[in-house]
């Protein structure tokens, strides 16, 4: 545990990827530093969710490692990795539609809080667990939608809900995609502020379109380009990035 | 995990709790009390027995609740697709039939009561071994190894005679003389009231099991398997054990069957039974869990009493399963759910004229279709069989025009009334759902 308390939060090395004949992540390689909130930025099509769903591990990697907390991640399945303490959202909305907001959290929780495959537990009398799951649900203020389906919850509530079930288990490292996609402007402002509170003293890597968002949140910022890292630094620095301007920003101010 | 057993010790009173235990659960109290007391409406007191069909109808929705509430616990609870679900209620059963046979030749000691443990824990075994490979898909895959699965088995039951008795099945016997509480089981009644206790303890095992982490990840994998992978869960993992476990209330219904009917043949474990399962619980309604139970009742009623009447009952479970896939397909527990938001809003009278408006004409129609039926079957099956039709005390020819025109006037009159009863629950349904909103928004 000594040897890997150093290591970042999350290690990419010369991480490659192909579909078939199409490669779409050409050599990136990225530290995030632990209880840091990094954002990936970049014009459609660069990569940037193809990089979430490789570090969750939905997809495998063609080349290269990724290392959490120091930990090689290679052929990990995606419940093994949340188990080694990352977590992460969807870029389209992903809850469990049918059933209520309690439920959805308490899901969240049930891994982390040792139940496993248990059908020796009932839910009912766990009364330390429940009350930890209205806790959670009074923080995403979701209380008044308590015993909703989730499916019936409006698009922004959903977010939270879904951000809600990302942080439930207590994952070090938080990877969100696209939090805010298809969010008015208060109700980005609100979905940035429970980010802030959620992510407090995690490790957090988000992909966001949105730059007013990225320079409020982020403290490190990296931009891929076709597969590729082009710029990696504080806010203020990329802003100012020539490179970054031309490929990235520039088009956006046009 | 032990906090959270101590903490659960902080009680409201007794009292309380019976009161609310019973508001919730009332519905399968006077379930059990019908279930006891309906074997003696029939009995006839100066032969001192019950009727056998009645009896031998009851024991059989016993076996059938158990055998399609284990199937929901695949189909509604973890979104698995089951063409293949009867292997372990059969293979329950045979293990069943030979366990009862040792007994009787004294290799073996087990009360008659237990046997069904035999059966369960045969469903289990096999569920563990077939739903390995099964569970390691979901969805259309899945479907397609369970069908598979189903082949095999039935195929294995032809083939291997020693086990499976070939054609012919198992017979057994279940008066062993060995009982926990001296009873003989010579008659169906002693059975049946064993099968009413098992259906109970499996209900509630059932039941409980929607309520602990295993079936609150099994509902999370079916509405969403890559989130829950994403908290920690293997989808696959949950749909083994749920799938195991489902296997093990499978085979307690075969038990049940064995110690029901005394022989167990190759169509137990078939496909046709496999139908049955999804029938019963589509019909019945996959959303809720006493859906099954209601689909149960239901298939088996018309399996028992319009067998009786009609060659024709597989066409009419069959059709009544089309229509409840494209217009109800929450099954009758859906229908009744749907009615919910309306009566909590105490406004379910507004749809009771409109309601029975509607019977008349759908009467119309039902009976129009029963006579195409009957027509149909008495060309063909029942000229064959040397019956003839005969509505209310007039034979009928199904060869003459007259029954086919008027069975084609009640479809197409009865239809077209029907459309437009239709419309109108359908403007009040509008207007109430309306007014239900409209009462949210202002609470």
Redesign the interface.
Same mark, same amino acid.
């Given at each position: 545990m000594s040897a890997t308390s150093a290591a970042p939060g999350l290690r990419l090395t010369d991480v490659h990827k192909s579909f078939g004949p199409t490669a779409v992540i050409m050599g990136v390689s990225l530290d995030v530093a632990r209880g840091s909130r990094h954002a990936i930025i970049g014009p459609n099509g660069a990569g940037k969710t193809t990089l979430f769903n490789l570090i969750s591990g939905r997809f495998p990697v063609t080349s290269g490692t990724i290392e959490l907390n120091g930990q090689k991640l290679d052929g990990l399945e995606p419940h093994e990795i949340n188990r080694r303490g990352l977590s992460r959202s969807f870029q389209v909305t992903s809850i469990f539609a049918r059933m209520t907001v309690f439920e959805n959290i308490r899901c969240g929780l049930l891994w982390s809080r040792g139940y496993r495959y248990s059908f020796w537990h009932l839910l009912g009398g766990q009364r330390a667990l429940n009350e930890e799951t209205d806790r959670l649900i009074e923080r995403l203020n979701l209380q008044s939608r308590r015993n909703v389906p989730a499916g019936l919850l409006s698009y922004a509530e959903q977010r939270a809900l879904e951000i809600g079930i990302t942080v439930a288990g207590g994952a070090e490292v938080i990877l969100l995609d696209e939090p805010t996609a298809g969010m008015s402007r208060s109700e980005t402002e609100y979905a940035v502020a429970l980010i802030r509170t959620m992510s407090e003293g995690k490790t957090l890597l988000i992909v966001e379109h949105d730059m007013s968002v990225v320079f409020d949140l982020a403290d490190v910022v990296t931009v891929v380009v076709y597969g590729e890292v082009i710029a990696s630094g504080p806010p203020a620095q990329i802003r100012g990035d020539k490179a970054v301007q031309e490929a990235y920003l520039g088009t956006e101010a046009a | 995990?032990n %906090?959270? &057993?101590t903490? @659960?010790a902080v009680h409201p009173l007794p009292a309380r709790r019976l009161t609310g235990f019973l508001g919730r659960q009332w519905p399968w109290l006077v379930a059990l009390a019908v279930a006891l007391l309906v074997p003696w409406l029939s009995y006839n007191w100066t032969t001192g027995r019950h009727s056998g069909f009645i009896v031998s109808m009851l024991s059989q929705i016993g076996i059938m609740i158990i055998f399609a509430l284990s199937y929901n616990m695949q189909m509604g609870q973890t979104g698995l697709l089951s063409f293949g679900h009867a292997v372990f209620f059969g293979l329950g059963g045979y293990l069943t039939a030979h366990t009862l046979n040792a007994v009787k030749g004294g290799s073996l000691w087990l009360p008659l009561e237990l046997t069904p443990l035999v059966g369960g824990l045969g469903g289990l075994f096999f569920a563990i071994l077939f739903g390995y490979f099964a569970t390691k898909q979901r969805a259309t895959a899945f479907a397609m190894i369970t069908l598979g699965i189903g082949e095999l088995v039935t195929s294995a039951a032809i083939m291997f005679q020693t086990f499976f008795g070939g054609e012919g099945g198992v017979s057994t016997n279940r008066m062993t003389g060995r009982s926990l509480f001296g009873v003989g089981y010579a008659s169906p009644i002693q059975v049946y009231y064993l099968i009413v206790a098992w259906t109970a303890i499996a209900v509630v095992l059932m039941l &409980? *099991?929607t309520?602990?982490? *295993?079936?609150?990840?099994a /509902? @999370?994998c079916? +509405? /969403?398997f %890559?989130? @829950?992978?994403?908290?920690?869960? +293997?989808?696959r993992?949950?749909r083994f054990?749920q799938f195991s *476990?489902s296997g093990f209330f499978a085979g307690i219904a075969g038990a049940l069957y064995t110690l029901t009917y005394e022989i167990v043949t190759y169509d137990t474990v078939g496909g046709a039974m496999s139908a049955n399962a999804l029938l019963m619980t589509y019909i019945g309604g996959v959303g809720a869990f006493a859906g099954p139970v209601i689909g149960a009742v239901l298939i088996v009623l018309l399996q028992s009493w319009v067998s009786l009447l009609s060659n024709s009952w597989l066409v009419y479970a069959g059709v009544l399963f089309i229509l409840m896939v494209t217009f109800a397909p929450g099954g009758i527990a859906g229908l009744v759910m749907m009615h919910q938001p309306i009566w909590r809003a105490g406004r379910l009278g507004r749809l009771a004229g409109p309601y029975a408006r509607l019977i008349v004409p759908s009467l119309l129609v039902a009976v129009g279709f029963v006579l195409v039926i009957e027509l149909c079957s008495f060309l063909t099956i029942g000229a064959a069989q040397g019956k003839s039709l005969t509505l209310s005390g007039i034979t009928v020819n199904p060869r003459s025009a007259t029954p086919w025109i008027a069975a084609a006037l009640l479809l197409a009159g009865g239809g077209l009334w029907m459309r437009v009863e239709a419309r109108r629950i359908g403007a009040v349904w509008g207007a109430l759902t309306e007014e239900i909103k409209a009462m949210g928004r202002r609470a």
């Open positions: - | 995990m %906090e959270g &057993l903490h @659960a &409980l *099991l309520r602990t982490p *295993l079936g609150r990840m /509902n @999370a079916r +509405d /969403n %890559e989130r @829950a992978q994403f908290v920690g869960y +293997d989808p993992m949950v054990v *476990l």
